[in-house]
């Protein structure tokens, strides 16, 4: 019985391809790291008490669990009315801004009219512009109108759509054009096209909109700072930070509570929607 000798092109290509595969475990396990260990402090210290919280040096587990921080968190401030606001601004502006990016991005793909290259680059520069370089010009408008503390003084100045309508143009334009063809002359206008056609074949896409647009909105705090002077508008993010003791030492475990209780209903959306979402950002990468 004879042995194949395995030639040493391929052995240098296996070793080579372990050698990728066990760096890229690496890098997994230390983005895990990174990213899970202030997660995890946060959650731990959400059950410290004070004296486990200041001790020094620190210590990664409670000496004796305190699940009352919880109870602190939503009753020394009225957590209920910051969560309520995060859901009302939130709400509003995911679908504002789901509307307006998918359509904006249909008429850039789709439609003919003059200044569509124009108004592209526009849209480009406007990724490039950081939110709080407006920060000013947007704070005196909306002084002017009336609208400080009040829902639509947050929700209107944040409703711009640059990065939804980028993403969803580029996931238009890797659309087959057979199709579109296809359906322009079954006689399909642009509304049917577009309900019919179009975003039918832009599921995950939509919904990588849709749970990026969910996921900032409702971790905003600059702007909705600035605009709310009360619990009657503020959400959750700006809320929490009443719970922090500015004239003694702040007790951190309601104020890690609080933050542990914010991140739940976005941590529930991103994990049931993480595949849809991954693949909606990568549908675009390979055209056809």
């Given amino acids: 019985m004879t042995t194949t000798a395995v030639p040493p092109a391929q052995l240098d290509a296996d070793r080579r391809r372990r050698l990728s595969s066990l760096f890229g475990y690496a890098a997994m396990v230390v983005v895990i790291v990174i990213i899970g260990l202030p997660l995890f402090w946060i959650l731990v210290t959400s059950f410290k008490e004070r004296g486990d919280i200041y001790v020094q040096p620190s210590i990664w587990w409670p000496s004796v669990f305190r699940p009352e921080n919880y109870v602190d968190a939503t009753s020394t401030v009225p ?10 601004i939130t709400s509003v502006l995911a679908v504002v801004k789901f509307v307006l990016g998918v359509l904006s991005a249909y008429g850039l793909v789709f439609l003919r009219f003059p200044g569509k290259t124009i ?11 950081p939110n709080q370089i407006t920060v000013i010009s947007n704070y005196a408008l909306v002084a002017q109108l009336g609208w400080r503390n009040t829902f639509q003084g947050i ?5 711009g759509v640059a990065f939804g309508t980028f993403l969803m143009r580029n996931h238009f334009l890797s659309i087959p054009q057979e199709i579109i063809e296809a359906a322009r002359m079954d006689a399909a206008g642009p509304v049917r096209l577009l309900f019919r ?8 896409t939509m ?16 702007w ?5 002077d009360d619990s009657s ?10 719970l922090q003791n500015n004239d003694g030492v702040t007790n951190w475990g309601p104020v890690m509570a609080g933050t542990v209780l914010t991140m739940i209903p976005i941590l529930i959306v991103f994990l049931a929607l993480q595949r849809h979402m991954i ?7 390979v055209k056809g």
């Fill in 79 to 88: 957590f209920w009315t910051f969560l309520k606001n995060s859901l009302i």
């Fill in 119 to 129: 108004v592209f680059l526009v849209i480009i520069a406007a990724l490039m512009v």
């Fill in 155 to 159: 929700i209107v100045p944040l409703a």
């Fill in 197 to 204: 056609v179009v975003l039918p074949l832009s599921g995950p």
């Fill in 207 to 222: 919904v990588a909109f849709a749970t990026i647009t969910v996921v900032n909105e409702w971790n905003e705090y600059l």
């Fill in 224 to 228: 909705p700072f600035l605009m709310s």
């Fill in 233 to 242: 508008v503020a959400p959750l993010p700006v809320g929490l930070t009443q």
């Fill in 279 to 285: 693949k909606g950002l990568t549908s675009g990468a």
